[in-house]
């Protein structure tokens, strides 16, 4: 017998039913829902951090935030004052920006590795005299 799978009207499935009854979602799917769910919490402001809260509350949490949002941006001042089409024309305006230059790729050392010794020291000598790489000069930095 195959198994069904049933699609609301809003495009949500429901879980299959085949032989009478209900799979529940696999192991993975439901991590990656906790996961989702876990990363809503520390987003979002105000959420309960002193008790375990469910996931119907996470979400009403989620939506009353982004209510809260929606509401501050839409009273913001500088809301009435935008004008899109003066924004979207002075963009277009704007000459495209130059490419990024190329950067080289890494090569070879020119030297050999000298943090470690050759031979083996003591850990006083090596906390007293510690060696440094050489610098390679020709390689931009990379930050």
Known sequence: ??????????????????????HRHRDGENAEIQMYLSKLQDLVPFMPKNRKISKLEVIQHVIDYICDLQSALESHPAVSQFDAETALAAA????????????????????????????????????????????????????
């Open 1 to 22: 017998m195959k198994a069904i799978t049933a699609v609301c009207a809003t495009g949500a499935s429901v879980p299959a039913i085949a032989g009478g009854r209900i």
């Open 92 to 143: 277009a305006q704007l000459p495209p920006a130059p490419p990024a230059p190329r950067r080289q790729p890494l090569g070879p050392r020119p030297a050999p590795n000298t943090i470690l010794r050759k031979s083996p020291a003591t850990p006083t000598e090596h906390r007293t005299h510690p060696t440094t790489p050489e610098k390679h000069i020709d390689r931009p930095m990379s930050c």
